[in-house]
């Protein structure tokens, strides 16, 4: 197989049949999508892999399809792709792919445009590789040519006249298989000695002496590519897009104002005159994440006693003060992880403060960027004090040594006498230390495991709280040379989020997002972050990043695992982590009607899970039905009025899109379930089935009652308090008063203590992957490490309109601190 072959060479008859190959579960698209994630560029999203499950809901849709439509679109290689496919073991495929590749024809020398004299000799070549006893036809216009060499590779016009002038084509084909070459254009001129007055002046060639250069820009910028040629008569320019001429561009200069991911790709400038023509170099262009343009900003104060509004201002259009800043080359690795393993909480909805928009969207963003870097992610929304304590303490049990341990928090706070305090949403209006979260403390705790690394991102305001006079001292820090505070503001400053109109972000994710996946040393890749912000114009003088580290050794959190010396505890980890993030299976309810309903389940954070329901099948004599969800336990946080929604959006999840929810065709109602981690006992609702006969103007209703155990994060008990132990010195509510036990993260106390009994006895079967979390589907496993894995279920918002292809935010943005 040759190595320019890629995946876009293959004809919609093979793909739609190798599409059909790769959708199942056992060894199917998303095992590829593991597999081609070895090579960074190929590397498929959260948002991507989520955009491929969720094509099991359209009649029509092909996961796998859509898989190999993504690596077209990167270029991806035949040849890689039957490597990773042998790196599965799908000998079908291999197979499959192995014979149609070699009946492939490829197009190795296209023939080239040219200009001669009448009676001259005029040569043009067509080659190509593939089965042997390849035909060629040639043609002009669309006149084949039958005599002389019209049916060998190289044409041969000799001796030209005017009549051979104009275009060409070969045809090349072997059997059913059939590809053309490029237009080529035979055009003659005057004999030297000859004087012209069609044309003043000589007739020279065509130069290119200017190439369009590859680049990256942000959502919302301004594309501008450059090429410039020298010929006589002057050449003409035309622009094209992954090979689709852009037929509004066609001067030397491509401009393209207000950029979005559809622009990405390769562009290339074809120059012509009267005689000549001439392709530019290839300039590849990719999308990063939005920039924020007309944006207003209000600062409200992440510390709860601030006014909401203090202060607004803003910025025309064209301006972008968050700019995309271009990465130097990677240094090379040194230093390696045991493991990687994440806690990341998000408080918007306080009970007596103000309330933040940006933390969901924020710690979404985390969870995506952190997971393409092999960190097992639990990331919580909307925590209370004693959830967590708890989610802290059990993050703390999965550290051990030589892990990357990263927390990372966004909401409420302050900091007094050097220490820094996360706010639970349900602190009091005039909270103190007592109500909080001590984050020096927590430090300490993580030091204990003698961890590799050690990185605290802490998104929240730094005021001084008045309320509260008590001096935290928090246990003695090790020399150990492994800790990074990343704090989103300055001591005694607020820190801000782009408040727009559906989804915000906060400033220090807006940037930390960019840069996160360097692969360069943590401190070095946040002074990036901080140069970033400091360039921004809306936050000069109000917001500034600071860092504090004692990082003597080149630690990136790009860093492999190397688990050789830790397999087991490494495997412990794995099954700690799936513990805590599986759905129900989805299942089939039948009716005494006749009438068939699903009940579809998937994730968008570890403790917010998504059920649709959709009718499978119904008797003819049904003219109507429709499945409602309802008397759900109070546990749990529904908001009846987004319930049983037709869309996502409708539903309340701002983080998925409509081009991701299911076809039209098969309808799904959805019901967001939040709160998860505050449930007692299983999660237990009715499916109401609503359904009306031809021949009956009345509705008749039937009942189930189903139970699906306890989803998610809610296995933890978050809601229960650890074992407490000596109280602190300073404060009986410190992290310190609660004794941590050397057992599993995810050993639930009460009954779900059995069920890890049970899972530590099966450690030794492979684990889930982080990487393949986050994807909403029809939950057909049977067993815990086929079940699938909680889904951040969207495009990644940074990259996307929302992470790739198809979210857009509003033209307006409110600015505002938290």
């Known amino acids: 197989m040759e190595e320019g072959k890629s995946i876009g060479s293959l004809t919609e008859q093979v793909l739609n049949r190798l599409s059909k190959m790769l959708d199942n579960s056992a060894c199917g698209w998303r095992q590829l999508a593991n597999a081609v994630s070895e090579q960074p560029r190929f590397r498929c999203s959260e948002s991507e892999l989520t955009c491929c499950s969720l094509q099991v809901l359209s009649a029509a849709g092909s996961p796998g399809r859509t898989l190999l439509a993504r690596l077209a679109d990167r270029s991806c290689s035949l040849d890689f792709l039957l490597h990773c496919l042998r790196k599965i073991d799908h000998q079908e495929a291999v197979h499959y792919l192995t014979y149609t590749e070699a009946e492939l024809i490829q197009i190795t020398v296209q023939p080239q445009t040219q200009q001669a004299t009448v009676g001259g000799r005029v040569v043009l070549t067509c080659r190509a590789s593939g089965p042997p006893g390849l035909s060629y036809q040639w043609f002009r216009g669309k006149e084949e040519i039958l005599d002389g060499t019209g049916s060998t590779a190289e044409l041969v ?46 007739v020279s060639g065509l130069h290119v002496i200017v190439q369009p250069k590859s680049k990256s820009v942000s959502e919302g910028d301004t594309l501008l590519l450059e090429c410039s040629a020298e010929a006589n008569p002057p050449a003409q320019y035309q622009w094209f897009h992954n090979m689709e001429p852009l037929t509004q561009h066609k001067t030397r200069s491509l401009k393209i104002s207000c950029v979005t991911t559809a622009q990405r790709g390769q562009y290339k400038c074809k120059m012509f005159n009267l005689y000549h023509e001439a392709w530019t170099d290839t300039a590849t262009v990719t999308i990063g994440p939005s920039s924020i343009t007309e944006a207003s900003w209000v600062e409200v104060d992440r510390s709860p006693g601030s006014p909401k509004q203090v202060h607004r201002s803003t910025y025309g259009a064209g301006s972008h003060p968050l700019q995309q800043i271009v990465n130097a080359p990677p240094p090379a690795k040194l230093f390696s992880a045991t493991d990687k393993v994440a806690l990341l909480i998000g408080n918007m909805n306080y009970h007596y403060h103000t309330q933040l928009c940006a933390p969901i969207a ?94 605290l991102l802490l998104d929240m305001c730094r005021k001084r709280n008045l309320n509260d006079d008590i001096i935290v001292q928090p246990g003695l820090l090790k020399v150990t040379a492994n800790i990074v505070f990343g704090y989103a503001t300055c001591v005694d400053a607020e820190a801000y989020e782009v408040k727009r109109e559906d989804v915000s972000n906060g400033i220090f994710i807006s940037f930390l997002k960019r840069r996160v996946c360097e692969d360069e040393k943590v401190t070095v890749m946040l002074d990036r972050v901080g140069e970033d912000m400091g360039r921004c114009q809306i936050t000069q003088g109000r ?48 009716f005494d009607c006749g009438v068939k309903v699903q009940l579809g389940f998937a994730a968008e954070f570890s403790n917010i899970m998504v059920i649709y329901t ?50 039209p065709e098969v309808p799904s109602l959805y019901t967001r379930i939040r709160c998860l981690q505050r449930l007692k006992r299983e999660l237990t609702f009715a499916v109401c089935l609503q359904y009306t006969y031809s021949n009956m103007d009345e509705d008749v209703q039937e009942r189930q009652t189903v139970s699906v155990g306890k989803p998610l994060v809610s296995k933890l008990n978050l809601h229960e308090p650890r074992t407490p132990s000596t109280s602190s010195a300073t404060s009986s509510f410190s992290l310190d008063s609660f004794n941590v036990p050397e057992v599993s993260f995810f050993a639930s106390v009460g009954s779900a203590s059995n069920d890890w009994s049970y899972q530590t006895q099966t450690a030794s079967t492979t684990p889930a992957s982080p990487r393949s979390a986050n994807v909403p589907e029809e939950t057909d496993c049977h067993d815990l490490f086929d079940a699938p894995q909680p889904l951040v279920a969207s495009k990644s918002l940074p990259h996307t309109r929302i992470n790739d292809t198809n979210f857009k935010f509003s033209d307006m943005y409110n600015f505002n601190s938290h």
Not at 396 to 406: E, I, P, Q, R, S
Request: charged letters at 20%; a negative charge.
């Open 157 to 202: 016009l000799c001796p030209s006249a005017l009549v051979h002038q104009g275009p060409y084509i070969c045809r090349v084909h072997h059997r059913e298989n059939v590809v053309f070459s490029q237009w080529a254009h035979v055009r003659f001129v005057q004999s030297a000695g000859c004087s012209s007055t069609l044309f003043p002046g000589s």
């Open 543 to 590: 917001q500034a990043l600071e860092l504090r580290s004692n990082l003597s050794e080149r630690r990136s959190l790009t860093d492999q695992i190397q688990i050789s010396e830790c397999s087991a505890s490494h495997s412990a980890r794995n099954l700690q982590w799936v513990v805590a993030h599986v759905l129900p299976k989805s299942r089939c309810l039948e």
């Open 362 to 455: 924020d710690v979404h963003e985390l969870t995506n960027l952190l997971r393409q870097m092999d960190f097992k992610v639990v990331s919580l929304l909307d925590l209370n004090w004693q959830e967590m304590h708890s989610a802290v303490t059990e993050f703390l049990l999965l550290l051990d040594k030589g892990v990357y341990g990263l927390l990372y928090f966004a909401g409420h706070g302050y900091e007094n006498f050097g220490n820094s305090f996360m706010v639970p949403i349900d602190a009091p209006a005039s909270y103190t230390s007592e109500h909080c979260l001590c984050v020096q403390n927590v430090l300490t705790r993580m030091q204990e495991k003698e961890t590799g690394l050690n990185v």
């Open 614 to 663: 959709r009718i499978l099948e119904k008797p003819k004599e049904i003219v109507s039905c429709s499945a409602h969800l309802t008397d759900f336990p109070d546990d749990v946080a529904i908001d009846l009025k987004k319930s049983n929604q037709e869309t996502l959006l409708e539903a309340g999840s701002l983080l998925l899109i409509n081009d991701n929810l299911p076809s």
